[in-house]
């Protein structure tokens, strides 16, 4: 499977400020998708980040809070703007490959204060 | 849109006893099943996956699973723990479309 890593795997941010997300494979991969976990919850699928095209984004989740850019085959960012206290969640990168499996990164824990 | 239930929220077991922790998803088409693991720590980790044939899956760590299509359940079994297998433990589908549906998780604490 790829090895996915993440920056910054946890950060501190104020209200109102924007933090950029970082994801990087050690190979090439079609698919690549953004999830959220909020504290003592599930994992929740944000967007599919589409290499070349806008980012595909899941119902409740918008492009003017969480952009998304994919430049290449082995990168993306998640940037997650105007941050509120209820942003505060652990951000996870994957990938898919092979028939319909997913493998994730180590994420990035996040706190809003 | 697919939706996946978890029964257990938290299951406390001593080393040896048996595991089952079940697992109920709600779409009426073909679905792809999968069971994820998150040990303390670590990033989350693919343990077994069904697409087609057997129901019976094996995965890593000595853990199966067998999908049910008339009750629409995906359990997930250990015949004995290990302390080493506390953790948080994920059940999952997708609809041969990569995007995957979770369930809320089951924490497994076991205890040596």
């Known amino acids: 499977s790829a090895v996915i890593s993440q920056k910054p795997s946890r950060d501190i941010c104020q209200r109102g400020t924007s933090l950029t997300i970082q994801c990087q494979v050690d190979?090439?991969?079609?698919?690549m998708f953004w999830y959220r976990q909020q504290p003592g919850q599930s994992l929740t699928l944000i967007a599919t980040?589409?290499?070349?095209?806008?980012?595909?984004?899941e119902s409740g989740f918008v492009i003017d809070k969480f952009p998304i850019s994919r430049p290449n085959l082995t990168f993306s960012t998640l940037t997650v703007s105007n941050m509120s206290p209820e942003d505060s969640s652990i951000y996870l990168c994957?990938?898919?490959?092979?028939?319909?499996?997913?493998?994730f990164g180590p994420g990035t824990r996040l706190t809003v204060t | 849109a697919q939706s996946v239930s978890q029964h257990n929220h938290h299951v406390i077991l001593s080393e040896a006893a048996s595991l089952e922790l079940g697992c109920n998803y709600s779409?009426?088409?073909?679905?792809?099943l999968f069971w994820y693991v998150q040990y303390p720590g670590q990033h989350l980790q693919l343990l077994l996956k069904?697409?087609?044939?057997?129901?019976l899956v094996k995965g890593i760590k000595g853990f199966e699973a067998e999908f049910i299509k008339s009750k629409f359940s995906f359990n997930l079994r250990k015949p004995s723990v290990q302390w080493s297998d506390t953790a948080e433990y994920f059940c999952?589908?997708?609809?041969?479309?990569?995007?995957?549906?979770f369930g809320a998780g089951t924490t497994v604490t076991v205890r040596a």
């Open positions: 779409y009426g088409g073909t679905v792809n």
């Open positions: 190979s090439q991969v079609t698919m």
């Open positions: 069904y697409f087609s044939g057997d129901p």
């Open positions: 999952a589908v997708n609809a041969n479309d990569y995007k995957l549906s």
């Open positions: 994957s990938v898919g490959q092979g028939f319909n499996e997913q493998y």
């Open positions: 980040a589409n290499q070349g095209s806008e980012a595909t984004y």
